[in-house]
């Protein structure tokens, strides 16, 4: 089974190559064949959620480029990946670039390093004969924290002898929004390419192309196309899709272990089932976890209240009678009505549920504000709460 995880792990590169990426690209490698041909500048900015193939892509592009122009007997421009978050200060990226133009680092003097390259691309005599390729990663991080470097290192594109072709690689589509028109203002707007969240049909091909290097088969059909379909309704993360598959490789695995039947099966609906359970557990649910027994036994109650009945509310007195009942057969001692009454408002201000105004206090209006749902997952497998969870509705 290790082969199998290491086809899924998201550091693996597909020996078949990225696919359902062709369009997003063709156009960015449309886009640098075009500033290599005609020895310009450009910029391009590309956007996207987590895990849609940004990062992956340009990396292929940067070698279709390469081989292009070796094939057309043109100079292959120099190339520079650099990670913001790696970057002590947002300003050392200037210094970064720099350093691919050695030959000319020492007419510096007292200059910062993006006042050196202002200088070399502004005159011809300085200017380096060479193209170079540049590639941000995680530019979020200049976007969110030094919005003048960002700008600052665009403009570079536009001075008249600049020879950077600039790829900015961003998660948050919004972000753009937020920037650009500043960009647009300062001449120096980059082309915007976003890679859109995988569908099921990408998500499920890109898994199968990944098992393709194994001579057997590992999933069932179903358990693949499940996973698909929920990653693609939650986040269409591709990096998260592989993770579950690993989990439920893993799951696979520990079932093995456990059994006398040590031959040859395959991963299962049910194994990708708990493993996707895992990975999309509602963040309301760790909350549920968190909270006192004595409010988790009131959620248990407006449950049993609304599960099998078609009101969308209860009074607080009978949501009290409830509660009781529960701490009667669990033979928990139950807390008085005053006391009850400030937990419904604690759980109130927490979201869990709504109460209304009332002159009498039992009369209050009371209604549930998440899904039964994920009252009833949280509990899953604690014999305490699927107790509570039994008790008659009211």
């Not at 530019?139 to 020879?163: E, G, K, N, P």
């Not at 028109?181 to 091909?205: G, H, M, W």
């Not at 309704?233 to 990096?239: E, F, S, Y």
């Not at 057969?329 to 009332?358: H, R, W």
């Amino acid at each position: 089974m290790q082969a199998v995880k290491e086809a899924l792990h998201v550091a693996t590169t597909p020996s078949c190559g990225l696919v359902c990426r062709d369009d997003e690209q063709r156009r960015v490698f449309e886009f640098c064949k075009a500033c290599v041909q005609q020895e310009r500048a450009g910029s391009l900015y590309v956007c996207g959620c987590p895990g849609t193939g940004k990062t992956l892509s340009i990396s292929k592009v940067k070698q279709s480029v390469s081989r292009w122009a070796d094939e057309m007997g043109m100079e292959t421009p120099d190339d520079l990946s650099i990670n913001c978050t790696n970057l002590g200060n947002t300003s050392d990226i200037f210094g970064k670039i720099l350093e691919k133009f050695q030959v000319r680092k020492k007419a510096s003097g007292k200059l910062s390093p993006l006042q050196q390259l202002q200088r070399m691309f502004s005159h011809k005599e300085s200017a380096p004969r060479r193209m170079l390729l540049v590639v941000v990663d995680e530019m979020d991080y200049l976007i969110t924290r030094d919005r003048a470097v960002l700008h600052d290192l665009f403009m570079l594109t536009t001075l008249q002898f600049s020879r950077c072709i600039l790829i900015g690689i961003a998660n948050a589509i919004d972000l753009a929004d937020r920037f650009l028109p500043k960009l647009e203002s300062l001449n120096c707007k980059p082309l915007v390419i976003t890679f859109r969240a995988y569908s099921k049909d990408q998500i499920s091909n890109i898994i199968n192309h990944r098992l393709k290097v194994l001579e057997y088969d590992v999933f069932e059909p179903m358990a693949i196309e499940f996973c698909a379909r929920k990653v693609a309704a939650a986040t269409g993360d591709m990096r998260k899709a592989l993770g579950v598959c690993r989990s439920a490789v893993e799951i696979f695995e520990s079932g093995l272990q456990d059994s006398s039947d040590k031959g040859a099966g395959v991963v299962t609906f049910d194994h990708m089932d708990i493993a996707l359970s895992k990975v999309f557990k509602p963040a309301v649910v760790n909350n549920i976890l968190c909270l006192p027994q004595h409010q988790q036994m009131v959620l248990c109650a407006l449950a049993n209240t609304f599960q099998h009945s078609r009101k969308k509310a209860t009074t607080l007195g009978e949501l009290n009678k409830s509660y009781i009942e529960i701490c009667r057969s669990t033979q928990v001692p139950a807390v008085g009505m005053l006391e009850f009454s400030n937990m419904c408002m604690i759980l109130s201000d927490q979201g869990y549920l709504k109460l209304g105004q009332s002159k009498e206090d039992k009369l209050r209006r009371v209604t549930l504000q998440i899904d039964i749902s994920d009252i009833t997952f949280a509990f899953k497998g604690s014999r305490f709460f699927e107790k509570c969870l039994e008790q008659p509705k009211f």
